[in-house]
């Protein structure tokens, strides 16, 4: 579990019980998938406590607006 930390300033000691936390969303072929993962995984990691998650989701479908494609060339 991430609990923050505490600090101490001018004397005075503060807890933070949140830790900040950054989402990203790529949506990507399954093809390429496994190599995204890994590609995160190597970039992300810094062997601490709250490096975060991976979670792969199946994408339903996808349309470019502009263009109207969907499937896989909208991707």
């Known amino acids: 579990r991430q609990k923050g930390q505490t600090e101490i300033y001018r ?16 949506a990507t072929s399954d093809e390429l998938a496994p190599r995204v993962v890994e590609t995160i995984q190597q970039v992300a990691n810094t062997q601490s406590i709250g490096d ?13 607006i502009r263009t109207g494609e969907t499937g896989d060339t909208a991707v």
């Open 11 to 26: 004397g005075a000691e503060y807890s933070t019980n949140m830790l900040p936390k950054v989402r990203i969303e790529i």
């Open 52 to 64: 975060g998650k991976i979670f792969v989701l199946e994408l339903a479908s996808a349309t470019r």
